[in-house]
């Protein structure tokens, strides 16, 4: 009985490698590697950390969900594709309202929240930038209120919305303010 287990287990082995060898040659992905593309100015090419269970590989339309993780480092990533060095993402925890930073000349705060970012997010970030007499820009899933967008308008802080496409990020401004920054650069 032993030896007829492990052979049942052998064959599910090798049947189960074999089932993902197809979907990966038909493009359903499962896990860290992905079809790459050509990098543009606004795409963000960050690996999303999979959720999906090895039976979900047999449904294929199921998408994997990015973290917040995984927005921070689609955040940092885009300051890497403008030419800047140095970039740190806060560890898991509490970050002191900050996510991703380059020493000495930015902080930024990523929120990967379902409602839009208010006001009092921004103004928290500005007081930091200010202490450490950097700019600060924000990144949002999914968007700003009015009241918010205006406030940074008054302090020019760069606003960019980070939206998942399935098998990347897109990063776009906001505002003229992240128009402005992006177009420089580091």
């Given at each position: 009985?032993?030896?007829?287990?492990?052979?049942?287990?052998?064959?599910?082995?090798?049947?189960?490698?074999?089932?993902?060898?197809?979907?990966?040659?038909?493009?359903?992905?499962?896990?860290?590697?992905?079809?790459?593309?050509?990098?543009?100015?606004?795409?963000?090419?960050?690996?999303?950390?999979?959720?999906?269970?090895?039976?979900?590989?047999?449904?294929?339309?199921?998408?994997?969900?990015?973290?917040?993780?995984?927005?921070?480092?689609?955040?940092?990533?885009?300051?890497?594709?403008?030419?800047?060095?140095?970039?740190?993402?806060?560890?898991?925890?509490?970050?002191?309202?900050?996510?991703?930073?380059?020493?000495?000349?930015?902080?930024?705060?990523?929120?990967?929240?379902?409602?839009?970012?208010?006001?009092?997010?921004?103004?928290?970030?500005?007081?930091?930038?200010?202490?450490?007499?950097?700019?600060?820009?924000?990144?949002?899933?999914?968007?700003?209120?009015?009241?918010?967008?205006?406030?940074?308008?008054?302090?020019e802080m760069p606003l960019f919305n980070v939206s998942y496409r399935g098998d990347?990020f897109e990063v776009e401004p906001v505002n003229r303010s992240a128009k402005q920054?992006?177009?420089?650069?580091a």
């Amino acid at each position: 009985m032993f030896k007829h287990q492990q052979s049942l287990l052998g064959t599910a082995k090798k049947a189960y490698e074999a089932t993902g060898i197809i979907l990966d040659g038909l493009g359903n992905f499962c896990g860290g590697e992905r079809s790459r593309r050509k990098r543009e100015a606004r795409l963000v090419d960050v690996p999303v950390a999979s959720k999906r269970r090895w039976w979900d590989r047999f449904w294929p339309f199921g998408e994997d969900d990015p973290t917040w993780r995984d927005y921070e480092e689609a955040a940092a990533k885009f300051l890497v594709q403008l030419g800047y060095s140095g970039i740190r993402a806060a560890a898991p925890g509490a970050d002191g309202g900050v996510d991703v930073w380059v020493t000495g000349t930015l902080v930024g705060q990523v929120k990967a929240q379902q409602t839009k970012v208010g006001s009092p997010p921004l103004q928290q970030l500005h007081g930091i930038a200010c202490k450490e007499n950097v700019q600060g820009l924000f990144f949002s899933k999914s968007g700003y209120s009015k009241p918010a967008i205006q406030w940074a308008n008054s302090v020019e802080m760069p606003l960019f919305n980070v939206s998942y496409r399935g098998d990347h990020f897109e990063v776009e401004p906001v505002n003229r303010s992240a128009k402005q920054f992006g177009a420089v650069g580091a």
